[in-house]
């Protein structure tokens, strides 16, 4: 069965570092997301991507975030300089966009710790 | 903008046993959809279950089942015979049906313990 995939699995970096989490959606689905999920809390909408474009972001996904389709495989979110408070849970999501596949169908989640 | 509530932090059932887990939402929306995600210990988001506004029919997957109320605006999952697999943490979440992103909006998620 078809699965998003995520890397990595754990990636710890300096505040102040950039980081890139890349993700690999099902290979026919149109619609790509990311969130976050702090540890204990809620998961949370950051920002979702459709025809090579953000379609719509949270206010949470500021300056400091970017998300890039690079090479129609790969979905990635950069956090530019990364604080102490982006330490967090990252799941990648994605999703058909035809009629009866609104599912959205998410990977195993990056953790990224922040020193 | 559209809210969800689980307003169970933690629950407990026996194995073999039957559970429901609650959430309410609030939307001025007609057309909508609800989901239940399971995430276990490993912290992967799971599917469970999914129910879609415009159906009366509440929505089935084996031991799952969802009690959709509409007109008070609230999506219990009902786990029955219980298994030591199930236990995890359990996310209500919306998604309109309108415009074209269509992201999640979780609730707080409910810890649900099973008990050999």
């Known amino acids: 069965e078809p699965e998003v995939t995520q890397t990595p699995s754990h990636q710890v970096t300096q505040m102040g570092q950039e980081v890139i989490l890349r993700c690999v959606p099902i290979s026919n689905h149109l619609y790509f997301y990311w969130y976050r999920q702090i540890l204990g809390q809620k998961v949370e909408f950051l920002v979702s991507?459709?025809?090579?474009?953000?379609?719509?972001k949270s206010e949470i996904f500021d300056d400091q975030f970017s998300v890039e389709r690079p090479d129609g495989s790969n979905f990635t979110l950069k956090i530019r300089s990364t604080k102490l408070e982006d330490s967090a849970m990252y799941f990648c999501?994605?999703?058909?966009?035809?009629?009866?596949?609104?599912?959205?169908?998410f990977g195993p989640g990056t953790r990224l710790t922040v020193l | 903008a559209q809210t969800v509530t689980q307003s169970q932090p933690e629950m407990s059932v026996q194995e073999a046993e039957t559970v429901t887990l609650s959430c309410t939402y609030d939307?001025?929306?007609?057309?909508?959809?609800l989901f239940w995600y399971k995430q276990p210990p490993s912290r992967q988001m799971i599917l469970v279950i999914r129910?879609?506004?415009?159906?009366?029919q509440n929505a089935t997957e084996n031991r799952f089942s969802v009690n959709f109320q509409k007109a008070a605006k609230s999506f219990s999952l009902k786990i029955s015979d219980s298994q030591l697999g199930d236990a995890a943490m359990y996310f209500c979440?919306?998604?309109?049906?309108?415009?074209?992103?269509?992201?999640?909006?979780f609730g707080s998620g409910t810890q649900l313990t099973v008990l050999p």
């Open positions: 939307t001025s929306e007609s057309d909508y959809y």
């Open positions: 999501a994605s999703r058909g966009g035809l009629a009866g596949t609104d599912t959205q169908y």
């Open positions: 979440a919306y998604r309109s049906g309108s415009g074209s992103a269509r992201q999640l909006t």
């Open positions: 991507f459709y025809n090579n474009e953000i379609s719509e």
């Open positions: 129910q879609e506004a415009y159906k009366q």
